[in-house]
């Protein structure tokens, strides 16, 4: 794991196989803003630098708008943001943000490789809270049903104040954003670290 994280620094432009080809050179400012930003926070620029928005920069600021507020606008804790940006990356199964969200929570340590594997059990897993367990299973309902049962609401209540649900709701609604950026473009995984088997 550590190698991994190590060399994630060194990657070039991504040469996957998009459907859209990433471009490798874009005069405008905002395109330089959003690789710089990507370089400081994963070490790599990433698709969607050269494929999203080398060809649409006027979205750069309302995505870095979005993916900021995500990691520092929020009260809910930095465990908790990890677990929730993987876990909606894999029950939408969205290959490149698993790979970018599962490898940015070790980076910072805020989830552990035993974590990451453990998520597909997290019903049974010792490994998370019943808190935890409340706010994955609201997250797995509604990115499966596009809503939460009664149920599954009342035990996200029990843990959360109404701040925190809507947060988590919003958290979840950006981590679709993202879903919806990768998979129909084609961004599949780039190797930031091992993903589990599918």
Not at 102 to 120: G, I, M, N, Q
Request: aromatic content about 10%; hydrophobic content about 40%.
């Amino acid at each position: 794991m550590n190698a991994r994280i190590e060399t994630a620094s060194t990657l070039a432009i991504p040469t996957g196989a998009s459907r859209l080809k990433a471009l490798t050179w874009s005069w405008n400012p905002l395109v330089w803003w959003a690789a710089l930003s990507y370089r400081l926070a994963i070490g790599s620029t990433g698709s969607p630098v050269w494929v999203i928005f080398v060809r649409a920069p006027r979205v750069i600021i309302a995505h870095l708008v979005l993916v900021a507020t995500s990691e520092f606008g929020l009260s809910l804790d930095k465990r908790l943001r990890s677990l929730l940006r993987v876990f909606s990356s894999r029950v939408n199964n969205c290959l490149y943000c698993d790979d970018l969200e599962s490898y940015v929570a070790l980076k910072h340590r805020t989830l552990t490789r035993e974590d990451l594997d453990a998520l597909p059990t997290y019903r049974d897993s010792q490994r998370f809270s019943e808190r935890e367990r409340a706010a994955l299973r609201y997250v797995e309902a509604i990115n499966t049903s596009r809503t939460a049962d009664d149920e599954t609401f009342a035990a996200l209540r029990r843990h959360y104040s109404e701040r925190e649900i809507v947060e988590i709701t919003w958290l979840n609604a950006v981590g679709n954003y993202l879903n919806l950026q990768a998979k129909p473009l084609g961004l599949t995984a780039e190797g930031y670290c091992a993903l589990p088997q599918r």
